[in-house]
């Protein structure tokens, strides 16, 4: 069993429908956590465990009536940082116009512990680069991180 180093949320909008936010075919920040893990013996590994939700909508008289949506979660603060984990989604028009969310979990172990402090970032882009108001977010979004370390 391992021994609990840190855990953060990054919590964007916690209420179905509370936010409108249009996609884009850029990778967009929604989530971002720093961690402590300089308490973590230098001689072993650590792990990093990260979940995740966000909440898309495609709207009824988008242009492209089918989009794939990719998440992506780097270790750094940027999109071009070492990737994580990613995983995609399709929306393709109903006639409800209902939020679909996209829920991940993932982990990433035995990260540099470099200054004791690691940063984990979570973006979203729409693939199919459509029209930005063909896709939404509309929430919730929520990003969780947790340290291990032995």
């Not at 939404?136 to 979004?141: A, D, K, M, Q, S």
């Amino acid at each position: 069993m391992g021994t609990f180093l840190d855990g953060r949320t990054s919590q964007n909008a916690s209420k179905a429908n509370s936010i409108n936010v249009p996609t884009s075919p850029s990778q967009v920040l929604w989530g971002q956590v720093g961690l402590d893990v300089g308490a973590a013996n230098p001689s072993l590994p650590i792990r990093i465990q990260f979940e995740g939700t966000i909440t898309l909508r495609l709207n009824v008289g988008a242009l492209n009536p089918t989009n794939t949506l990719e998440i992506r979660v780097v270790r750094g603060a940027n999109a071009s940082d070492p990737i994580v984990y990613t995983a995609q989604k399709v929306l393709k028009t109903v006639d409800e116009n209902s939020p679909e969310m996209l829920t991940f979990v993932g982990s990433d172990y035995n990260p540099p512990k470099g200054t004791g402090f690691l940063i984990y970032t979570v973006f979203v882009r729409n693939i199919t680069g459509s029209n930005e108001s063909d896709v939404v977010r509309v929430g919730p979004e929520s990003f969780n991180v947790l340290a291990v370390g032995n």
